[in-house]
């Protein structure tokens, strides 16, 4: 399994965009890259999915470089309610592969 | 999206008794779930892959006999902290994948439990 570094945290504040970068050097090639954010004491939540170049929804931005080796999640005009940790994910999507997480970065969004 | 119910949400138990935690996913079938655990101010630990219809697969340093899981259906999976003891309270969290292209998993809501 392709191994994950992020940063531990990272501090912002409202309406600012924040961009958490996240480097696995040994992505495979049938690897995804998926983060997802969780509240204290909640489950993880889906944020974004990408394989390679840029993926946009409604919340967030995921770049991919065409080597792979890093993604950046980016997250607009952030509020409060956006502190939260950031998990960067990786693996192959079949079903039953299991997902191993890394250390996640913690975002602190002050007014 | 599909969801993945977890229940209870919260126990306390008193040490000495076992503890059984429920995960379903509620439109979608799921061969194959996941268990992991959770510390304070600490990432999600893996502690075990729940595959329908045969035994789960731990991983390392997990005691099966401790952590039974239970996978009866496609749509739950159980989790029984057996002989629970304080060292056991945590957060569990289980995951689920359906099946097909997507590589999305979701997530329970979570068991915060408290042994005492």
């Known amino acids: 399994l392709a191994k994950t570094t992020q940063p531990i945290s990272m501090d912002s504040y409202e309406g600012q965009e924040v961009n958490i970068t996240c480097s696995h050097n040994?992505?495979?090639?049938?690897?995804?890259i998926t983060w997802y954010q969780q509240f204290p004491s909640q489950g993880p939540r889906f944020i974004i999915q990408?394989?390679?170049t840029k993926v946009t929804n409604e919340v967030a931005s995921l770049f991919i470089p065409a080597d792979r080796k890093s993604s950046t999640l980016s997250l607009p005009r952030v509020s409060l309610s956006d502190t939260a940790v950031y998990y960067c994910?990786?693996?192959?999507?079949?079903?039953?592969?299991?997902?191993?997480f890394g250390g996640g970065t913690r975002v602190l969004v002050k007014p | 999206g599909a969801v993945v119910s977890q229940h209870p949400s919260r126990v306390i138990c008193k040490s000495g008794t076992s503890v059984k935690i429920e995960c379903r996913s509620l439109d979608f079938q799921a061969t194959t779930m996941f268990w992991y655990r959770q510390f304070p101010k600490q990432s999600l630990m893996l502690m075990a892959t729940?595959?329908?219809?045969?035994?789960?697969?731990?991983e390392q340093g997990v005691e099966k006999d401790k952590f039974l899981i239970n996978h009866a259906s496609l749509t739950l999976s159980t989790l029984t902290v057996t002989s629970a003891h304080p060292e056991d309270s945590s957060f569990y969290i289980c995951?689920?994948?359906?099946?097909?292209?997507?590589?999305?998993?979701?997530f329970g809501q979570g068991t915060r439990l408290t042994v005492v």
């Open positions: 994910l990786v693996g192959d999507g079949a079903a039953g592969n299991k997902l191993t």
């Open positions: 040994n992505i495979a090639t049938n690897d995804y």
């Open positions: 729940s595959n329908e219809g045969s035994k789960a697969t731990y």
């Open positions: 990408g394989y390679k």
């Open positions: 995951s689920a994948r359906a099946q097909g292209p997507t590589t999305e998993a979701f």
